[in-house]
């Protein structure tokens, strides 16, 4: 199940993100899910990324949530920061560009030193959580215009199928792990998961040229599963480019974008919750290539859904990751307050 030659993700260290048709998990025989889980697994194990194919999702409906983004970004300023983020306990809302500086860094001095440098990231975005959650009601467009309740829309029934499709992954990891199938079930379906729309406006090439620490997102490992708080992300991409993923020899490879796949990493709380059996990697948008006879970056956009399990649930070392002499190496954690510490450190 692992990709064939060309169809991956490589640099010279042999690192790869295996392309994994999900189909042959979804609907495929006993065998075959088995062995689609286990290639899953692995390729968690390996890179900590993988690229899924037929993985459930309606192609017009990622079409759609697509348009709906750009133009959602095309709306006045002033609209945008009417739905402007509020806490990282509700972590809902527009993020305007320069706002977030994202980082793998946990000590809160160095923190405060990366903040104060120049080159903060190139980006804004726009956060989708569950619906109905108490207490942190969506920022939702729907009172602008017809347009804004469209938009409301097709969200939600967005955050419905990632939802689904982040159960039916974590089911491929349960069964990969040597686990009943649905295991992972009761921690995660609930959906308290985070829909991030992301765009990275037009950018000349200069601004990479005049200051070395400016990137559209800076290196990174997810936290929630947004890295200790995400299982696992999906992420969708467009043709723009941009995305690479450090190898084991520590140097960053593109994740090219590949037509109708969404890219899915392991998070910092799945390597914690699986006892460090899976790699949580990190990874960075950097600056593309740029058309031939052009000093502009295209703008790019890419559709994030991050995956963390209900904020009630308790995390600690999965059954089987750990024994007499591989020991538990992490602390048990509650997931909500964790990611709102993470999100906390990020904005």
Known sequence: MLSPAGTSAADSSAFEIPLIDFSEFLNGSPETRSTTALAILTGFQRSGFIYLKNFGLPKPLVAEIFAKSAAFFKRPLDQKNSLAWTTPAANRGYVAEGLEKVTDRTDGQSIEELRAQEGQDLKESFEIGREGEEGHPNHWPDHFDADGGKFKAHMQEFFGKCTQLHIEVMRA??????????????????????????????????????????????????????????????????????????????????????????????????????????????????????????????PRYSIAFFCNPNFDRFIEAIPGTYDEVNVRKYEGVNSGKYLEQRLAATF
């Open 173 to 298: 990891i349960a069964v990969g792990l040597g686990l009943e199938e649905g295991w992972f079930d009761g921690y995660c379906d609930q959906g308290d998961n985070t829909l991030r729309l992301l765009h990275y406006p037009e950018v000349s090439a200069e601004v990479f040229r005049k200051n070395g620490l400016q990137v559209r997102a800076g290196a990174h490992t997810d936290y929630g599963f947004v890295s200790l708080f995400r299982s696992i992300t999906l992420l969708f991409q467009d043709m723009a480019g941009g995305l690479q993923v450090e190898s084991p020899s520590g140097t960053f490879v593109d994740a090219t974008p590949i037509e109708d796949t969404v890219v899915v990493n392991a998070g910092d709380l799945l390597a914690r919750w699986s006892n460090d059996n899976v790699k949580s990697t990190k990874h960075r948008v950097v600056e593309p290539r740029k058309a031939a006879l052009s000093d502009k970056h295209p």
